[in-house]
């Protein structure tokens, strides 16, 4: 039981800081970049983060009902698991139709000449990135607190 514990929580650590040094550090670059700059930062972090935060996102969200059947779905540790999976389902309704929506759309800008809108695109993004990040976070505490209170 323990390193199903751990194992879910790793995978949760990974998909909430994943997305919170995306905020912190890489959104907030992008911001500052122009327009080539911008779209090839953009178009080679895609290429490492689109692989990678599917897996992690979606193994929280399994880890977390995994462990809401093992602690029981009516204790208050199998609720809290039940919140933070479904806090990390948001994260996916968020960031399928607007993120990775725009990161396809940004792969297929020539760096060298990317669009009028570059801007408006580069905005929606990072404010999409930034909602969806912040229901990452809960998530992640209600892991934490699920362990906790189990434990206590």
């Not at 193994?59 to 919140?83: D, E, N, R, Y």
Request: glycine share 8%.
């Amino acid at each position: 039981m323990y390193a199903l514990e751990l194992m879910v929580l790793i995978v949760a650590a990974l998909a909430t800081g994943g997305l919170m040094v995306n905020w912190t550090g890489l959104a907030r670059a992008m911001a500052r970049l122009s327009a080539p700059a911008y779209v090839e930062l953009h178009q080679n972090t895609n290429r490492t983060f689109d692989p990678y935060m599917p897996v992690v996102v979606g193994g929280a969200i399994l880890g977390g009902l995994l462990l809401a059947v093992t602690f029981g779905i009516h204790t208050l540790s199998g609720k809290l698991c039940i919140a933070g999976a479904a806090c990390y389902a948001v994260v996916i309704a968020i960031g399928v139709p607007t993120c990775v929506r725009i990161n396809k759309q940004v792969a297929l800008w020539r760096i060298e000449n990317p669009p009028a809108e570059w801007a408006v695109v580069r905005a929606r993004w990072i404010r999409f990135h930034v909602i969806r990040t912040l229901f990452s976070a809960p998530a992640f505490a209600f892991y934490i607190a699920a362990l906790i209170w189990r434990t206590t």
